[in-house]
């Protein structure tokens, strides 16, 4: 019973991480949109932009969390056959979230990004 209760507090706290992010995320995005605005040489379009692309990584960061703290809380906890096909119904809709967020952020298809190339490494 001790591990339970463990398990659905870090379940929780996790959760609580999530919610944090987002919240604390949101406030700075905020922020910085409204410096941007206030500083002449930024267009609004590019504020609003960036704004965008700011708040999105803090959700999808928060989503992240959020996924974490379920799975925690669903499989260590209670592992039943519903417990475990609530959880695959809430990772499906997060994941979801998460891929239209970043479909939205880099305005193209994952799979269509540009190959990351690194320098070559020298010896040395």
């Known amino acids: 019973m001790e591990l339970a209760t463990t398990v659905e507090t870090v379940g929780a706290a996790v959760d609580v991480a999530g919610v944090a992010v987002i919240v604390c995320g949101a406030l700075i995005a905020t922020g910085v949109f409204i410096r941007r605005l206030l500083h002449r040489g930024k267009e609004f379009s590019d504020a609003y932009r ?3 692309q700011s708040l999105g990584r803090a959700i999808l960061l928060g989503l992240e969390f959020l996924v974490a703290g379920d799975i925690i809380r669903t499989v260590a906890v209670s592992p039943t056959f519903a417990g475990v096909g609530v959880l695959a119904v809430i990772v499906l809709v997060r ?8 479909v939205e952020l880099e305005g193209q298809w ?3 990004r540009p190959a990351i190339t690194h320098p070559p490494r020298t010896a040395g």
């Open 50 to 52: 960036l704004y965008r």
């Open 95 to 102: 994941t979801f979230l998460s891929f239209s967020l970043e």
């Open 110 to 112: 994952p799979w269509r």
